[in-house]
């Protein structure tokens, strides 16, 4: 059986975007990711997270839509000192649409890792996700050619694209939380002409409360990262 995720507050471009079907969870089953990237043509930094609970946890149709992830309440902080900015009134969900709008402005760019997965056990759990296909940086770098930093909002998002690199990069290697490396990638299409910019990848805390960090530090985190790049 299939769904397509409510398209009721995307704007033009996500509905034609999100026609992408997402498979109903169930362990065992094939799901595709059921929103479309949000990238900016002058965004500088991308973020990149793995997948999205199932439906039934969505209080929206866009990225980090459970309303008990603290994504869009950090965002909130760092960049207007109020964790219910994004929030729609008293309502348990955000507003995607304002989301969207800020990041066009800011130049921040959200593009999943991971494009199709099985939920092991049937929840979000990244632990238990096994990644059936990652994410195409061949298509999704050259829509944002000013790009020149990947963040991670974890580990497994770290894990996913450090496994696109021509060199196998050892797990002891990998950035620890609020650390970050180069990041070499190179095309895999041998058609692609231009260059790819010198990345460099971040890993900044998970913003889902299972992660055992005070949200006071994850702000701190993220505000620290966003500083760095400029952006505050």
Same mark, same amino acid.
């Given at each position: ?10 704007? %033009? ?8 079907? %997402? ?9 595709? *990711? ?28 866009? *990225? ?8 869009? +309440? ?30 066009? =402005?800011?130049?921040? @760019?959200?593009? $999943? ?6 939920? =092991? ?12 296909? $990652? ?9 944002? $050619? ?10 497994? @998002?770290? =894990? ?6 021509? =060199?196998?990069? @050892?797990?002891?290697? *990998? ?33 889902? +409360? ?10 701190? %985190? ?11």
């Amino acid at each position: 059986m299939t769904i397509k995720p409510s398209n009721t507050q995307e704007d %033009a471009n996500n509905k034609a975007n999100n026609e992408i079907v %997402a498979t109903e969870s169930s362990s065992g089953e094939i799901e595709n *990711h059921p929103f479309a990237p949000v990238l900016p043509p002058n965004a500088t930094i991308m973020m990149m997270g793995t997948f999205p609970p199932t439906s039934d946890k969505w209080a929206m149709s866009f *990225h980090y839509p459970n309303f008990y992830n603290d994504m869009w +309440r950090i965002y909130g902080r760092v960049f207007f000192d109020d964790a219910d900015y994004f929030r729609v009134g008293d309502e348990k969900r955000f507003d995607p649409e304002r989301i969207r709008s800020f990041m066009f =402005e800011r130049g921040i @760019a959200s593009c $999943p890792t991971v494009k199709q997965a099985i939920r =092991e056990t049937g929840n979000a759990s990244d632990k238990n996700l096994t990644v059936v296909t $990652p994410v195409d940086l061949d298509s999704i770098l050259p829509q944002v $050619p000013k790009v020149e930093t990947l963040f991670t909002t974890g580990g497994k @998002a770290t =894990e996913v694209l450090l496994g696109l690199l021509d =060199e196998p990069i @050892a797990k002891s290697k *990998h950035p620890k939380t609020n650390q970050s490396m180069d990041y070499p990638y190179q095309w895999q299409d041998s058609n692609q002409t231009n260059m790819v910019n010198d990345l460099t990848l971040y890993r900044l805390p998970s913003t889902s +409360r299972a992660y055992p960090l005070s949200l006071d530090k994850k702000v701190a %985190a993220y505000k620290a990262f966003f500083e760095r790049m400029g952006k505050l």
